[in-house]
């Protein structure tokens, strides 16, 4: 009975719409009153939950990507995707996503980049003659390539979850994150074709070399996290304090777009952003705790295992329920509270824990521009000024492209651990 409270007042507080956090902090007191429990475990198992000096890394790289992201990066990424492939049929779209596979390697969080580039790319893909739902949904799709591609905020939480090295998990992320936006290039190039929409003519050699000069700083964001780890001088979170110091030299002395008045107030939004993401982590590790407890993992993984062994099947299965729970629920919260169970049901048929970790992060990424709840979609479609149905309708190839890229790193685990083993 205590179990179905949880689970009512969990499904209750999500059709009512309130924040994820605060349903799953609710569910759980419902659970500890009806059992009699004092409810100062809740604060306790809260902050044993963010007591991690892994998770350090999120306020860092969430500051570092605000700050390059107020610093005049966003306008010279796209103008050097622009000059990198916008002479291909399509062009403004392609820019679309390469600026997005770019942009990545610096925000790490999907809803950044929908914002920052969509902002921008679907105003000026409307004014070029696109469809405006086409011109969401492209971007919408590009984006949730960002958390994939280091750095990325789920991978700091799946890696502190597992036990993984962040570093490695970073590195993992990167060939699936560049073949997601390749497959989402092609995809628009047929579609592009298939539709007739314009090309820009090729600009020539010298606006691609003045372009790569005018991002240049932006993009060694990404070189200077990635080989920082890499080289194991510094940790990802002496990273994240490196790149954020790096971000404001960048912003105010080199691009000269970052007013040093305006940094107070980017340090006040990205630790709001923060104090958000870690009272998720918070609520949802006493959730995770109770579904622990009550033996949840082990008794889902025996009843998958009593079913069938074959490692095909059973991975099959998880990413059918991860596609499921990404389309209702917030991503930190469903990697928090599923995260282990199906872990441990993946290890019972021989998945590696990083081999896991990112095709389960690149699954709930998949869910940001699935309806009801595709935050990345609604952003998207709000920028365009659409109604959800038409951007849906265009959204479907991309799922479709999306998913096979998605069976591709599940079931060919050196996509994602061939990386990494180089760091061993």
Known sequence: MSLAILGLTFLL???????????????????????????VVIPQKMYAGMDSFVLLCIPGFILAGNLMNSGGITGRIIRFAQAMVGWVRGGLAQTNVASS???????????ADAASIGGMMIPGMKKAGYPADFSAAVTAASSTVGPIIPPSVPMIIVGSLAGISVGKMFIAGAVPGLMLGLAMMITTY???RRRNFPRQAWRGWGELGLSFLGAFWALAMTALIVGGMLSGYVTPTETAVVASIYAVIVGAFIYRELPLARVPGILIDSAVSSAGILALVGTANVFGWILVSEQIPQMIANGVLSVTDNRILVILLINVVLLVVGMFMETIAALIILFVP??????????????????????LMIGLTTPPVGVCMFVCANIAR???????RALVPYLITNILVLLLVSYIPAISTWLPSLMD
């Open 386 to 392: 659409l109604p959800l149905a038409p951007v849906i």
């Open 101 to 111: 596979m770019l942009f990545g390697g610096i925000s790490g969080t999907a809803v």
């Open 190 to 192: 047929i579609i592009a």
């Open 342 to 363: 199906l872990m441990t049901l993946a290890q019972g048929v021989g998945v590696e824990p990083l081999h896991f970790a990112v095709f389960a992060v690149l699954n």
């Open 13 to 39: 507080g999500l059709v009512i719409g309130l924040p994820v956090a605060i349903t799953l902090g609710l569910s759980s007191a419902a659970y500890l009153l009806w059992n009699g429990m004092p409810l």
